[in-house]
């Protein structure tokens, strides 16, 4: 069967299509742009967690990061780490890499992060957290080669490619899924344009992102080969595409030692694992409580749309055969690993199956005919894209901002100032652009200026009682620097002088009244609340 469908066709673009590609995009960058953290960067996108500061190497730890608060974190905050050494020898690795064996198999994006980054520790965090986002843009760009902007529809397969969640959630976390599928429809452009050898490349090159892009050489088959000497060929071609992973597994084997780990619970019996995806789904739909906070906080909901877009997506790879397309190759190959897919992929609000079978995605919004009648089946195979949102949600911070000059907040050996909420807080919380944090009492907020000199900042925040009770706060050395009565009615502390000397500082928060509970429906004791919390450090100071 031809690969020819119907929204192939070049006729000529559409202004209005085109508009449409480029708002797409501006909105996407907006969205970027609201993870910027100053002070931060990108970092939020890698999503550290608290619970492994102590293990981080040492080239991160002297760098001013995001770290979400009573969180393990995700899986980038370990390839951004090896980011930081992709040839493996730094000694503290092994202790900071929960597997290093598995996580290092996938060095590729480690390595562009650390050559973008100049070898330098803070612009390879930020090389790390933006490479998602780069390769999103990127692949807008590959996406109109089946996409070109000439019809609505094409923009509407463009988009549920674009803004599915898998996609959604890679940028969010800075993971390897989004780059990895840039590689394979760079190689599967090469393949349908015949240059298998380039595409022969691209592939190989793409196992050193991910391990399971190894089943995009199925595009490399030919059904149409009949002499030996052709099917040498693909079997040589497909030799060229481990050849690169192979190579690294034995490096990396003398660096880390044994590789076979494959991670814990990744694989099962064939449809076991979806199989009680489904079953742990539908039972939490038919739940009163599950409904109670509406759709948007309803996980199951949007596990069952994740569900039924690869469901559709499966079968249609299933029973419409196109073994002439070569994305039709791939796609039928990450169809047949959705079977063996285990709970480790599958479990969770939705899972992280949309993200690992994001080349059926792909394949999908592709092959699918144009005409009406097909309407149905391509919606009901992009339904992730209303489970965007949640994934580009806009960062909080961790409470407050950090503004001012480069070269105050950063040192010249690369650490970075810092601003925590040590003890008396609970974790953040944020509405749209606004966020604050609760106290338990009294509450400690730590400054650290990584420079061998003083320097001079503002603090601005707004303060709120859970009641009415005074609120000081009071510097390293005793001294007062601010008092107030506050209520519920919010204070503004406009520009607050705060002398930071070298290493920790500390400006405590105290309350003349213990704290109460505010509604009944939140079990906490409360006392006062610092809302849009901003630290702006703007000079050095004398000694």
């Known amino acids: 069967m031809s690969v020819s469908a119907p929204h192939f066709s070049k006729p000529r673009w559409l202004v209005p299509v085109i508009l449409a590609y480029v708002v797409t995009i501006a909105l996407y960058l907006v969205a970027v742009a609201q993870f910027y953290i100053p002070g931060k960067g990108f970092s939020y996108l890698i999503s550290f967690g608290s619970k492994n500061e102590t293990t981080r190497i040492a080239a991160l730890r002297q760098l001013n990061y995001y770290v979400e608060p009573d969180s393990d974190g995700y899986d980038a905050q370990y390839y951004a780490q090896i980011a930081m050494d992709p040839t493996l020898r730094a000694p503290d690795l092994k202790n900071a890499i929960d597997s290093l064996p598995y996580r290092a198999r996938r060095i590729f994006f480690s390595a562009t992060a650390y050559v973008s980054g100049c070898g330098r520790p803070a612009w390879i965090l930020q090389a790390y957290a933006l490479q998602n986002v780069v390769c999103w843009l990127l692949l807008a760009g590959v996406l109109c080669h089946w996409f070109p902007p000439t019809s609505w529809g094409h923009f509407g397969r463009w988009l549920g490619v674009l803004a599915s969640f898998g996609l959604c959630v890679s940028v969010r976390n800075a993971l390897v899924d989004g780059p990895s599928l840039l590689l394979l429809a760079l190689g599967a452009v090469a393949i349908e344009r015949g240059r298998s050898w380039l595409g022969t490349a691209i592939l190989g090159v793409s196992g050193l992102g991910k391990e399971t892009n190894l089943l995009g050489a199925a595009a490399l088959l030919r059904p149409e080969a009949r002499t030996w000497a052709e099917w040498r060929r ?310």
């Open 234 to 543: 693909i079997v040589f071609q497909g030799i060229l595409v481990g050849a690169p992973l192979f190579l690294w597994l034995i490096y990396l084997r003398q660096a880390a030692g044994p590789v076979a780990d494959l991670g814990a619970r990744n694989f099962d019996w064939p449809l076991v694992a979806f199989a009680r995806k489904w079953a742990g789904v539908l039972p939490e739909l038919m739940r009163a409580e599950t409904w109670q906070s509406g759709i948007a906080s309803a996980g199951a909901f949007w596990s069952l749309l994740m569900l039924v877009a690869v469901t559709v997506q499966f079968g249609f790879l299933v029973l419409r055969p196109q073994p002439q397309a070569p994305l039709w190759r791939i796609g039928i190959s990450f169809a047949v690993l959705m079977l063996v897919l285990g709970d480790a992929v599958w479990e969770g609000f939705p899972g992280a199956a949309s993200r690992v079978l994001l080349p059926l995605q792909l394949a999908f919004n592709v092959l699918v005919p144009g005409g009406r009648r097909w309407w149905l089946i391509l919606v009901l195979g992009n339904l992730t894209m209303l489970n965007a949102p949640i994934a580009l949600e806009p960062p909080s911070y961790d409470g407050c901002r950090l503004d001012g000059p480069g070269e105050l907040l950063t040192a010249t050996d690369g650490r970075q100032v810092r601003v925590r909420f040590e003890s008396g807080w609970y974790d953040v919380e944020h509405q749209r652009q606004h966020y604050w944090r609760w106290s338990q009492g009294d509450a400690v907020l730590r400054i650290d200026n990584p420079h061998a000199f003083p320097v001079e900042a503002r603090l601005r925040c707004t303060v709120r009682g859970a009641e009415a009770r005074t609120l000081r706060i009071l510097d390293g050395s005793g001294a007062v620097r601010w008092q107030g009565a506050i209520a519920k009615a919010p204070i503004e502390i406009e520009g607050l002088a705060i002398h930071l000397l070298p290493g920790e500082n500390r400006l405590r928060f105290v309350t003349d009244k213990p704290p109460v509970h505010l509604t009944n429906d939140d079990p906490r004791l409360l006392a006062f609340y610092v809302k849009d919390c901003s630290v702006d450090v703007q000079r050095t100071a004398a000694p």
